[in-house]
């Protein structure tokens, strides 16, 4: 088949769950993360709003990712006065969520939050390349339904290997997601594409593994053995745009996690991304994410 030796390669990691509740009509927001972000409905109905992007209805059973730094909020349709939105580990209270709706506070919106790191051949995050939320519907009947209870179970009584288990089950439902996609030939997925072309994909392992590089198109078809020309041609179909666009998002997806888990200089991040000036760089970075460096910072790390 086309894509297997990609499902093969595929690499996913965690971080740490998070139960979120919001307790009536209310909005938690979520910022900007620097990695792509996983919602799984477990009840009651709302929706989330992205910026820039049509909100989401949302309801039990709706499982959604948020590519990264895009900023988007949780929002309750709920009708307590005074709502109280909270996060707190996942392991509490997950066990009587998982025997139905009628256990929840009516008017509680309760998901289940995690960051996504998902992996290709030895390189992180290639699921930041995906343009477009990804949603499904998990309620029954789903192939991904029995996987995602599964995982609920093992968050909420671990054992011994309930960190393997579970990331064997997410494994699971993002095939699932993907291949459903690739079936259907969305545009969200057609970056995939490139990693059926030899040539498209060595120059798109380059731009990942090295984005802060002063890449060109010249020098990516050079690198693959191409001339521009077709080099740029071939990248436009397979991945739907030029090859300088996908760098500048991959720059910036690097960016945003040099600033949320480093105290890396401004200035320096700057340079690592492959921008000249920190003024540039400032410049490319709101027009991304709507903050500037400093503020998408201090909102991440708590300054």
Request: charged share 25%; with cysteine.
């Amino acid at each position: 088949m086309k894509y297997d030796h990609i499902f093969d390669e595929l690499e996913i990691s965690t971080d740490p769950f998070a139960l979120c509740e919001l307790r009536g009509a209310c909005d938690l927001g979520l910022g900007r993360d620097a990695s792509a972000t996983l919602h799984y409905i477990l009840s009651g109905e709302g929706e989330i709003s992205l910026r820039a992007r049509p909100p989401i209805k949302v309801s039990r059973g709706m499982l959604v990712f948020i590519p990264a730094l895009q900023s988007h909020a949780l929002h309750s349709f709920g009708g307590t006065s005074h709502p109280i939105p909270e996060c707190k580990p996942a392991a509490l209270k997950l066990a009587s969520l998982m025997a139905g709706s009628e256990q929840v506070d009516s008017g509680q919106l309760t998901a289940l939050c995690a960051h996504v790191t998902v992996g290709l051949r030895g390189i992180r995050d290639i699921i930041d390349v995906i343009r477009e939320p990804m949603i499904e519907n998990v309620s029954s009947p789903s192939h991904m339904r029995p996987a995602l209870q599964a995982l609920l179970a093992e968050v909420s009584n671990p054992t011994l290997g309930s960190r393997a288990m579970i990331r064997a089950l997410l494994m699971q439902c993002v095939i699932d997601m993907l291949r459903k996609r690739l079936t259907e030939n969305e545009s969200a997925l057609r970056w995939m594409a490139a990693l059926a072309d030899p040539s498209i994909w060595n120059a798109l392992k380059l731009m990942l593994d090295k984005p802060g590089e002063p890449h060109t198109v010249e020098s990516l078809a050079t690198h693959v053995s191409m001339s521009r020309a077709a080099f740029a041609k071939r990248f436009a179909e397979a991945y739907g745009s030029g090859p300088m666009e996908l760098l500048r998002d991959l720059r910036m997806r690097r960016a945003g996690h040099l600033l949320e888990m480093t105290d890396v200089p401004i200035k320096r991040v700057a340079d690592l991304v492959g921008f000249a000036s920190r003024s540039a760089f400032t410049r490319a970075f709101e027009a991304k994410t709507g903050q500037s460096p400093r503020d998408f910072r201090a909102s991440r790390q708590g300054g």
